[in-house]
């Protein structure tokens, strides 16, 4: 199983849209995924059609009171299963700093998980903010993909996260962790900063930029709000297409085929 964090301290960039639909459309695919929502505002969760349970998210295995295959539960779509998250993960926050190896807590869980073999991809849906979920979910990825809004901003707030990554990696708390892609979100090719700013990009991180670029679509925004994967609400848009193709190239970095995503339709 290979642990995948999205995450960008911003928000509002497409993090919990690609960690839900990245991991719909690996599933699609016919690779076995997890999906972990490790944000308290629950985002993930109710976008993949599951009402927000406290009982049910990750508090209770970050705090030693239960185990992870407790809280794991099957989504409706094949393949994909999902720890929900909850209110409750705001106060754990608090807990884990507390706590002397609050930083290797996650990282344990899933590193004795690993074992089991039950899943081939675990995708981690952060919070957006530098906090100790979003932390710790850094310390305990084998990867990091940062979904990146075509804005100038978004390069700030890229540079800030490429340096919380290093020191990750400094403190020797995940001396592994790789950088393994950025995603272009919200890309609009009418406009030169949408254009300019995927070649910033690429100039700095060339073997990391994702070739696909997801674009500004009112299909994508729309479809968390059914609870429901892009794929499904809009299964011939370009915001479907384009997530499609997300997919496509993340088993190829991975060197892993799978069922075009019309399989699923």
Known sequence: MKIISIANQKGGVGKTTTAINLSAGLAARGQRVLLIDLDPQA???????????????????????STIEEKIIP????????????????????????????????????????????????????PPSLGVLMTS????????????????????GLAKIVQVIEQIRDTGANS???????????????????????????????????????????????????????FEHDPGGTGSQAYGKVADEFLARHAVCGPPIAAQA
């Open 137 to 156: 979910a850094l310390a305990a990825a084998d990867e990091i993909l940062i979904p990146l809004q075509c804005e100038w901003f978004g390069l700030e």
């Open 176 to 230: 592994d962790v790789v950088l393994e892609g950025i995603l272009m979100t919200m890309y609009d090719g009418r406009t030169n900063l949408s254009r300019q700013v995927v070649e910033e990009v690429a100039n700095y991180f060339p073997a990391q930029l994702y070739n696909t670029v997801v674009p500004r679509s009112i299909r994508i925004g729309e479809a968390p709000s059914h609870g429901k994967t892009i």
């Open 43 to 65: 985002n993930a969760t109710s976008g993949i059609g599951h009402e927000p349970d406290g009982e049910e998210s990750m508090y209770y295995p970050l705090i030693g009171e």
């Open 75 to 126: 989504s409706r779509l094949p393949n994909l299963s999902l720890i929900p998250s909850g209110m409750d993960l705001a106060g754990v926050e608090i807990e884990l700093a507390r706590m002397d190896d609050h930083l290797m807590r996650l990282r344990n869980l899933l590193s004795g998980y690993k074992k089991h073999n039950g899943f081939d991809f675990c995708i981690l849906d952060t």
